[in-house]
């Protein structure tokens, strides 16, 4: 890692990916330590592309969801926050890369990840209150609100982290929209519920998809409205 760190900016884009493999498939083979592991995420945090930078998260988020107990996981999050949430703000105050559209890219997978699988605290509050106006304002956003590729994201973190009632709104407002994309993230933010009392669907089969989710989520509010009792196949 210290002779890579060496010559890291001397090396191509093919490279750095390179090196990422190798990295992580030392990682699964044993043959690199996690201590190894983590010591380079900061290496990869300050490369000027998008995809070397994001190299790491899928086996960040395996390690977050496998592999590491629960303080262990604690203390991966706060060191990767300390790692990327300055990067996501230098991205949003001045830019990094090259083109916009790779610096909107870089900026929802650094938002996503930061939100969903590092539980940065100020990220998500910041998503939670974006979506909670969203919901408010009846499914509008105002220019510079939020990038509609992080709607779904906002929506996931204001369904664990907001009132109950968030989630309520969600339901119901649900079937009165028509844009697929809105619907779909809908779905998306449902589905993360962190608890069957903000979402009582723990009980559904696990084949079912999103939207086999919602829709029964809506059909048992409907019946919950109707009457109580009743059977249902």
């Known amino acids: 890692i210290r002779l890579h760190a060496l010559a890291y900016d001397a090396l191509t884009v093919g490279e750095r990916l390179s090196f990422a493999d190798s990295l992580l498939g030392g990682l699964d083979a044993g043959s690199v330590s996690m201590d190894t592991f983590l010591e380079a995420l900061p290496l990869f945090a300050r490369a000027q592309e998008r995809l070397v930078i994001t190299a790491m998260f899928p086996t960040y988020r395996r390690l977050l969801r496998h592999v590491l107990d629960e303080p262990l996981q604690a203390r991966a999050r706060a060191y990767a926050v300390d790692i990327y949430l300055p990067l996501l703000r230098a991205l949003e105050q001045n830019g990094a890369l090259e083109t916009l559209a790779e610096q909107n890219l870089l900026r929802r997978h650094l938002t996503n990840f930061l939100a969903l699988e590092l539980n940065a605290a100020s990220v998500r509050r910041t998503l939670a209150s974006v979506a909670e106006q969203f919901l408010l304002s009846g499914g509008e956003l105002t220019a510079g609100d939020l990038d509609p590729d992080l709607r779904a994201v906002a929506l996931a973190v204001a369904v664990q982290d907001s009132d109950p009632q968030f989630t309520e709104s969600l339901i119901n407002f649900f079937p009165d929209t028509t844009d697929p994309q ?52």
């Open 182 to 233: 809105l619907r779909n993230d809908i779905v998306f933010a449902l589905a993360h519920a962190s608890s069957a009392s903000t979402v009582s669907y723990t009980h559904l089969r696990a084949h079912e998809t999103r939207y086999d989710i919602v829709c029964r989520l809506l059909l048992e509010k409907k019946k919950g409205g109707g009457g109580g009792g009743g059977g249902g196949g």
